[in-house]
């Protein structure tokens, strides 16, 4: 009942256009949704998060967009760019994010001129 | 700016070895966790260390595992006896009080022959 389930694993995008990444979880008790973005060689980046009280939320290029009696998230990159190529987690938490992340399974993103 | 360190980069060691993983979290952080990803894998939960005790640890984090913040500064993750199934990339993060946002370190690349 904790899990985040991702899709998909992987994710080819032309530059310029939009990469679509999806999120669903399962206990309505998580509150807090973040996405990290990881490089080779690196640690998990926050990105951006959203709480279930917006359905909404943008940070420039990056949207997050909840939809809470779905129970789903996903994030929107819009005119994708190469540096955009990494591997994207979508992650949920309980009160608050004070708690532990439980991570969904990645999505490989690629980016192509 | 400032960052999450870990030591080694990369530990190969053999089976039944005992390990520890050192982990500087960002100096002003009071909560301090350590994830483990298996390759092409989700990043999974360990534990989470806060006020000098673990304040959670996942099925994953069983009596070989253990943390410590021995001086004040350094937070590290000891496996008494490692299995082939330990081989995978161990993440330490850390957070401050009141802020959501987990900072994670490059990783330990942990390969157990």
């Known amino acids: 009942q904790q899990q985040v389930k991702q899709s998909p694993q992987s994710l080819i995008v032309q530059k310029g256009g939009i990469s679509i990444i999806n999120c669903a979880y399962e206990n309505t008790a998580f509150d807090y949704f973040p996405w990290y973005q990881q490089f080779p060689g690196k640690g998990p980046a926050l990105l951006i998060a959203i709480r279930p009280d917006v359905s909404e939320k943008k940070e420039g290029r990056f949207t997050i967009s909840f939809n809470k009696s779905a129970k789903q998230f996903s994030l929107h990159i819009m005119d994708s760019q190469p540096g955009d190529s990494a591997t994207y987690f979508c992650?949920?938490?309980?009160?608050?994010?004070?708690?532990?992340?439980?991570f969904g399974t990645g999505t490989r993103l690629t980016i192509i001129p | 700016e400032p960052e999450v360190t870990q030591t080694p980069s990369h530990q190969v060691t053999q089976m039944g070895q005992e390990v520890i993983l050192r982990c500087v979290p960002i100096s002003n952080h009071l909560y301090f966790y350590w994830y483990r990803q298996i390759l092409g894998q989700k990043v999974e939960f360990l534990v989470s260390f806060y006020n000098n005790e673990i304040s959670e640890k996942s099925e994953i984090f069983d009596d070989q595992f253990s943390v410590e913040r021995p001086d004040g500064s350094n937070f590290t993750l000891k496996i008494r006896s490692t299995k082939l199934e330990d081989s995978a990339m161990y993440f330490c993060?850390?957070?401050?009080?009141?802020?959501?946002?987990?900072?994670f370190g490059q990783g330990t690349r942990l390969t157990v022959v």
């Open positions: 993060a850390s957070r401050v009080r009141g802020n959501t946002e987990a900072f």
């Open positions: 992650a949920a938490a309980f009160n608050f994010g004070n708690e532990k992340l439980t």
